[in-house]
């Protein structure tokens, strides 16, 4: 009964950041990078804002297509403005990733963009659909010639993004991984209990 006891709590200490990752609010912080791709040099923020999970691309297109731009739920902007964020995925010369699309960005750091600018991968390393916990890097904005990007200037600077687990003390609390792991191991625990009785 002890190992069974030792086991679950170990899964429910392993479950508890995945589950807490995949339902918690998050907070999204774009940097500007300058002409540092490596971002190794001065940072400002270009804009952040927060939503209520984990911000994913859409389907993957067929090959040499990208998709039409998926609106980010944003529930609340904490530097910067803008009247539309969505994020498009492409499949374009053997390489599939996500494709940020804002337009009217006032950014927090006052660089001026045009009505509809970009961030997307610069390098092949950035490439991705899924913006959990984490920092990327290789990432570069453009400004856009139509609304779904599909003419693009060149490369102007490259970003950096931070997406991490939003707490905000006014709305309630992210439950902390070890607080929910022993919720998970406690149901555990009662559900053995009660399977002993019976």
């Known amino acids: 009964m002890k190992r069974i006891h030792t086991a679950l709590i170990a899964l429910a200490a392993a479950l508890a950041p995945l589950a807490a990752a995949q339902a918690a609010p998050m907070r999204y912080t774009f940097y500007d990078c300058g002409a540092a791709i490596d971002c190794s040099g001065d940072q400002s923020v270009l804009m952040q804002f927060t939503t209520s999970g984990v911000m994913q691309a859409p389907a993957v297109p067929p090959a040499g297509t990208w998709t039409q731009a ?5 529930t609340g902007k904490l530097a910067g403005d803008w009247d539309a964020l969505g994020i498009a995925t492409f499949n374009t010369n053997n390489a599939i990733g996500g494709m940020f699309i804002v337009n009217n960005l006032d ?3 006052d660089r001026e963009f045009g009505p509809v600018m970009a961030i997307g991968a610069a390098v092949r390393s ?3 659909l899924d ?4 920092s990327y890097l290789g990432l570069g904005y453009v ?17 950096k ?3 991490e687990i939003w707490t905000d ?3 309630g609390t992210v439950p902390e991984p070890g607080a929910l792991g022993l919720a998970l191991a406690a149901l555990g625990l009662g559900a ?6 019976a």
């Open 126 to 128: 950035a490439l991705r």
């Open 107 to 109: 950014a927090a750091n």
């Open 161 to 163: 993004l931070m997406a």
């Open 70 to 74: 998926e609106s980010v739920d944003v």
């Open 143 to 159: 400004n856009c010639y139509n609304l779904d990007c599909s003419r693009q200037t060149t490369i102007r600077g490259y970003a």
């Open 131 to 134: 913006w959990g916990v984490g």
């Open 192 to 197: 053995l209990a009660r399977k002993r009785r």
């Open 169 to 171: 003390d006014s709305t």
